[in-house]
């Protein structure tokens, strides 16, 4: 192929459904799986890759020994970890229990399919199975618009507060949560009301109950 050719492949509808075959195929070749002991050395490595702010090892040692269960990494066909999200859970005597991402990175190579996602949700989902974690938050940069982007429009995050030079550097940070469902559940689709008399009525007294219930949690 000569460069005139691939330019004018790219530029094609062929093109683009080329690279978008490419990129469902590199995709699948990328497990998510949770993070041993072993896996400590590349996460820092992708760490440090990625974002400036950096761990000490001990601090990775800290998060496999007392939450084991919240550690996940992405893993390619060649077992290189392209990925990981290192996570905590914190039980202040003043607030509910609930998650917190310490850090999140996906190499730059990988990006773009879904893998911070999936590393999210994995980590959602053992927070909710395994602590009964009542809600999930974490910091972000404020000039960060592709995190922003991820936290917010994709895994439904809001921003609560903002921390005032929260990084090294003095850059302001956002403070976002997402709440889970009741005992820790992920909220149901809202099912469509019964129509008519009694059941309607019982039906509508219920779900002011669950949401309700779902505040006070």
Same mark, same amino acid.
């Given at each position: ?24 195929? @590199? +995709?699948? &070749? ?6 041993? /002991?072993?896996?400590? =050395?590349?996460?820092? $490595? ?39 999200? @290192? +996570?905590? &859970? ?6 509910? /229990?609930?998650?917190? =991402?310490?850090?999140? $990175? ?40 592709? +995190? ?70």
């Amino acid at each position: 192929w000569s460069p005139v050719a691939i330019l004018a492949q790219v530029s094609s509808g062929e093109g683009r459904t080329r690279q978008s075959s490419q990129t469902v195929a @590199l +995709a699948a &070749m990328v497990c998510i799986r949770q993070a041993t /002991v072993e896996d400590l =050395i590349a996460m820092q $490595a992708c760490n440090l890759q990625c974002l400036p702010e950096n761990y000490y090892m001990k601090y990775y040692f800290y998060h496999m020994l007392s939450w084991p269960q919240l550690l996940f990494v992405a893993e390619d066909y060649n077992k290189k970890i392209v990925g990981y999200v @290192l +996570a905590k &859970m914190e039980d202040e005597t003043d607030d509910e /229990v609930h998650g917190h =991402i310490t850090s999140l $990175a996906v190499l730059r190579t990988h990006r773009k399919l879904g893998l911070a996602t999936k590393l999210m949700r994995a980590t959602e989902a053992a927070m909710i199975e395994t602590f009964s974690a009542k809600f999930l938050s974490l910091h972000v940069r404020v000039t960060n618009r592709a +995190a922003l982007t991820l936290y917010r429009d994709t895994l439904g995050f809001n921003i609560d507060d903002t921390d005032p030079k929260y990084y090294a550097d003095q850059e302001d940070a956002y403070f976002m949560k997402k709440t889970f469902g009741p005992q820790g559940a992920k909220p149901d689709k809202k099912k469509p009301k019964a129509s008519g008399g009694l059941l309607a009525l019982q039906q509508e007294k219920a779900e002011k109950g669950d949401t309700k219930g779902a505040d006070e949690q």
